[in-house]
């Protein structure tokens, strides 16, 4: 009972859902990926992040400066259970402006050749 009540006070947050439908919808994500989507904070994306992984939502792997997530495999079944119903429920068609800032975010970083936060510095 522990394990799941952990699992539901992390995902006891707009933010940490959002961030959720993120990863479900485009797979692995850098910590400056969902600061831009999101338009938050390097500090506040990556609490939420850890706070995700804490629980068993998400896993991270460093690449140089930069830690993606991604959700873990072989996860137990509670997770797996409330991993499989996020993703009928979270969907990043919920909000439009999400959808435009990931299309715009993709052809930023698909041009720019930047860093992550050059990117989010030249974007707008």
């Not at 930023?108 to 030249?122: A, F, H, P």
Request: glycine share 4%; hydrophobic share 40%; proline share 2%.
């Amino acid at each position: 009972m522990n394990s799941l009540a952990k699992i539901f006070k992390a995902l006891a947050d707009e933010t940490r859902l959002r961030i959720m439908a993120l990863i479900l919808d485009q797979g692995e994500l850098c910590v400056c990926d969902c600061m831009y989507i999101l338009e938050i904070s390097q500090s506040k994306a990556s609490r939420h992040l850890r706070y995700l992984a804490n629980a068993g939502l998400l896993t991270n792997r460093r690449a140089t400066v930069w830690v993606y997530y991604n959700i873990p495999e072989g996860l137990d079944q509670d997770h797996r259970n409330i991993i499989d119903s996020l993703k009928g429920w979270l969907t990043p068609e919920r909000e439009s402006k999400m959808v435009k800032r990931v299309a715009k975010w993709k052809q930023v970083k698909k041009n720019g050749r930047l860093t992550c936060s050059e990117g989010i510095n030249n974007a707008e």
